[in-house]
């Protein structure tokens, strides 16, 4: 059941995600273990060492695409740069290697001359994402944290905005090759790699939206103030 609401901190975790299980992805990049009880999500974060604002900022935005970044303090800017340095420890760990094994179980022996090329199709796009997060975790993160702590740079997020490419884009194009052209006697595991596929796009999307609508007008109010 989709979650039409704001979440407070007086929610429970174990309701949160019986009512939305998209979210556990989220959760798990908070590094918040399971066997929550029956705690509400103030309880659950503190246990956990949670910023409980950062968590319900980011959750309330993937539920409802709406987020008030002048409510969050320097300390939550953090927060979220922690939580975008976990996303990309996620995919790259865990996400890509295991769409990886799905997708190369879900190949068919009778197209030798096809199955390579999605292979280095898959491989080449998770080089560009790996470009793209090394990016971010090299220049723009350290630039979030020396702001906040008061130093001064001549970078600005403005740039990191405009050249903020998406990284989904030939995710996308891998899935529809898939979807449109692959023939295959084992469909079963072809699908299961296509809903990791289709899963991992919009979860990248999302992890993206998170960028370019809490960090970087976060980051622009302080440079405003600041410069």
């Known amino acids: 059941m989709a979650i039409n609401r704001y ?18 992805p989220v959760i ?7 066997g929550v009880g029956n ?9 956990a060492g949670v910023n409980k604002r950062v968590f319900l900022m980011v959750v309330n935005f993937m539920l409802t695409s709406h ?25 790259l760990d865990y996400k890509f290697p295991h769409i990886r094994t799905n997708l190369q179980n879900a190949l068919d022996a009778a197209h030798p001359d ?9 491989d080449d796009y998770v080089e ?3 470009l793209h997060f090394a990016y971010e975790e090299n220049t723009v993160f350290p630039y979030v944290r020396s702001l906040i702590n008061g130093e001064t740079s001549s970078y600005n997020i403005e740039i990191f905005r405009k050249h903020h490419d ?14 449109l052209y692959y023939t295959t006697t084992k469909p079963d595991k072809m699908y299961d790699a296509l809903v990791d596929i289709f899963n991992c796009e919009a979860d990248l999307e ?11 007008p976060a980051i622009s109010t302080i440079e405003r103030v600041r410069k």
Not at 12 to 22: F, H, P
Not at 39 to 47: F, L, M, R, S, T
Not at 114 to 122: L, R, S
């Open 39 to 47: 705690k509400n999500i103030a309880q659950v974060c503190e246990q």
């Open 114 to 122: 096809i199955n390579p090329a999605i292979m280095q199709f898959f």
């Open 67 to 91: 987020v008030d970044v002048g409510e969050a303090k320097e300390s939550d800017i953090i927060g979220i740069v922690d939580f975008l340095h976990n996303s990309h420890t996620y995919f």
């Open 166 to 179: 998406e990284v989904s884009v030939k995710l996308t194009d891998l899935k529809n090759i898939i979807l």
């Open 128 to 130: 560009q994402v790996k």
């Open 28 to 34: 798990s990049r908070f590094n918040i273990p399971l």
């Open 7 to 24: 979440i407070t901190d007086r929610d429970t975790m174990a309701d949160l995600i019986r009512q939305d299980y998209n979210i556990l």
């Open 206 to 216: 999302s992890h993206a939206d998170i960028e370019n609508h809490i960090l970087v």
